[in-house]
């Protein structure tokens, strides 16, 4: 069956190192997005992506990159953690050719920032 | 102003009794909108969509969409305690590529069904 996977689950981290959370689908969906979700805010969206070599910021980018090499993978890199990105990531892929299409969600991934 | 809002709550309704949730968004080009149940510690699930102005019933689940009023809403009939969750109102736009899509959420309204 495709999946969409997310790793690790869970990540401790100190302050000011390079972390990079992996997503991979196997939905073969060119929509990939990422999403952080805290307490009262939701979920926001970090970076998409349309497509191989196609990247987009979301509301809350500063501090995130996001790199889309083939259609299945969009990882997400911090560059410099900081207590601030202390959260639950989510990653998502939706198909392309109708607007209307469910997003599928990834089982997220627990970051901590120390 | 936020692109998707919604009344966070929390919202608490007796078992049986309608559960009504609701949800704004600010841009007019959007075209499509969903609703996601996302239980404590688990990723969100669909529980409905809906595309053209009215009402879309599934099941117990019934979204209203007003293109005009730019407003969403979700209802909930004969609310079963299992219905206990966060419920994230979504708003998907095309982006100019073909088959595109930015899809934004609101921060959610936690329901509680209590028995």
């Known amino acids: 069956d495709a999946e969409i996977t997310q790793s690790p689950r869970h990540k401790i981290t100190e302050t000011g190192r390079q972390v990079t959370l992996a997503c991979h689908q196997t939905w073969n969906h060119n929509n990939m997005f990422w999403y952080r979700q805290d307490l009262g805010h939701g979920l926001r969206l970090i970076h998409y992506?349309?497509?191989?070599?196609?990247?987009n910021k979301g509301e809350v980018s500063d501090g995130y990159s996001v790199s889309r090499s083939n259609t299945e993978d969009l990882p997400l890199t911090l560059e410099s953690a900081a207590s601030s990105q202390t959260s639950v990531y989510f990653c998502a892929s939706s198909d392309t050719g109708v607007v209307n299409t469910e997003a599928f969600f990834g089982q997220g991934t627990r970051l901590t920032v120390v | 102003q936020k692109e998707v809002e919604q009344n966070s709550g929390p919202l608490s309704v007796p078992e049986g009794a309608i559960a009504s949730l609701n949800c704004t968004y600010s841009?007019?080009?959007?075209?499509?909108f969903f609703w996601y149940r996302q239980y404590s510690g688990k990723s969100p699930e669909l529980i409905m969509s809906i595309y053209s102005n009215g009402d879309k019933e599934d099941g117990r689940f019934t979204a209203q969409l007003n293109k005009a009023s730019q407003y969403v809403s979700l209802l909930i009939r004969d609310s079963q305690p299992s219905d206990s969750a966060t419920y994230l109102c979504?708003?998907?736009?095309?982006?100019?590529?073909?088959?595109?899509?930015?899809?934004?959420f609101g921060q959610g309204t936690r329901l509680t069904i209590n028995p």
């Open positions: 841009d007019r080009v959007s075209q499509s």
């Open positions: 992506s349309y497509g191989v070599h196609d990247t």
């Open positions: 979504a708003v998907n736009r095309a982006a100019g590529i073909q088959g595109a899509q930015k899809l934004v």
